[in-house]
């Protein structure tokens, strides 16, 4: 739990007690005066601090309010300290075809499986990443569930960003299709994994429609960095690319996409699933991580609580005390 302000300057506002408080003392003193010259008793030390105290009270309480306090809790959670995924899409123009106008992309369906698989790794640290001919992280593998949700909403969307340029990636977009999962080594050479990470996984959401590579290879590579693999085919012979509701006549379902990806998870020592067998595909993502040692790391933020209209409404009882005295 802790406490925060957003305009921690507004507490200033409490200076302003010092014009009532001086008002206060030279009233005080005449009406001392007076009493003395007529020949009443002095006010008890506690009728003359009551309205000090009010006004004190009700500065404060105001300056308070005027910092803005807003408290908030944080959940504190266990995450493997030796193990990170990362969910990667292809983002390439293939993952629109969709089985109809108002039927979801491939891309959207799979960022709905995205969402259960990171609800199914809860202690494991997991990153997003995109594919197209060239792979580029979005978030680092992180335990915090609210970081990755607000990523994948914002960062992942089709060539966002758009794939590399050259002779080859234009002639593959003049075909609406610039995925090359030959692009996937990049995790075994680059420093997408941290050194601690000893467990590794990729689960791959893709349509399959890559140009031919060498399947060998790119396994040969992801096996020797330590990254096991899962495979996710979002795909179907029948769905089309549409603009405006009208079928894109250059895109064709390749037919081909599945045997090149279980080419790839078979070298890579992988697996494929379809998209409707998603829970699979989460249960071999644990038994690939396995087990192994946690630490404590701060959770999801609870919902920030607002003070100040507290404060304020506070404020009142020592202002009607104040006022109630001055009648008397």
Request: hydrophobic letters at 45%; a positive charge; charged letters at 20%.
């Amino acid at each position: 739990m802790t406490l925060d302000f957003l305009t921690p300057r507004g507490v200033l506002l409490t200076l302003a007690v010092l014009v009532p408080l001086a008002s206060y003392v030279v009233v005080s003193r005449r009406a001392g005066g007076v009493r003395g010259a007529i020949g009443l008793p002095e006010l008890s030390a506690g009728r003359r601090l009551v309205p000090v105290v009010a006004v004190v009270s009700i500065a404060s309480l105001l300056g308070v309010a005027a910092a803005q306090p807003i408290l908030q809790s944080t959940s504190k959670r266990r995450t493997r300290s030796d193990a990170e995924a990362y969910v990667v899409f292809d983002i390439s123009r293939s993952m629109l075809a969709q089985k109809s106008p108002k039927a979801p992309t491939r891309l959207q369906r799979a960022e709905g499986a995205a969402v259960r698989l990171r609800a199914g790794l809860t202690d494991v640290p997991v990153g997003i990443a995109s594919v197209t001919n060239r792979a580029l992280p979005h978030l680092f593998p992180s335990p915090n569930r609210e970081v990755f949700r607000s990523t994948l909403a914002d960062s992942i969307g089709i060539e966002r960003p758009p794939p590399g340029t050259s002779f080859f990636t234009a002639l593959q977009q003049a075909l609406k299709n610039a995925t090359n999962l030959g692009s996937l080594t990049a995790f075994a050479t680059q420093r997408f994994f941290s050194p601690s990470a000893k467990h590794r996984l990729l689960v791959v959401f893709t349509d399959g429609e890559s140009p031919s590579i060498s399947a060998a290879a790119v396994g040969r590579s992801l096996r020797r960095a330590g990254i096991e693999t899962v495979f996710v085919q979002y795909w179907g012979a029948r769905e089309k690319v549409y603009t405006n509701g009208v079928a894109e006549p250059r895109y064709r379902p390749s037919p081909q996409a599945r045997q090149m990806l279980e080419a790839l998870a078979a070298a890579a020592g992988g697996r494929v699933y379809e998209e409707n067998d998603i829970g699979a595909a989460i249960r071999r993502a644990r038994d690939d991580l396995g087990t192994g040692p946690t630490v404590a790391v701060a959770g999801s933020r609870g919902q920030p609580i607002a003070l100040a209209p507290y404060l304020a409404a506070v404020a009142f009882l020592p202002l009607f005390v104040l006022l109630w005295r001055r009648d008397r």
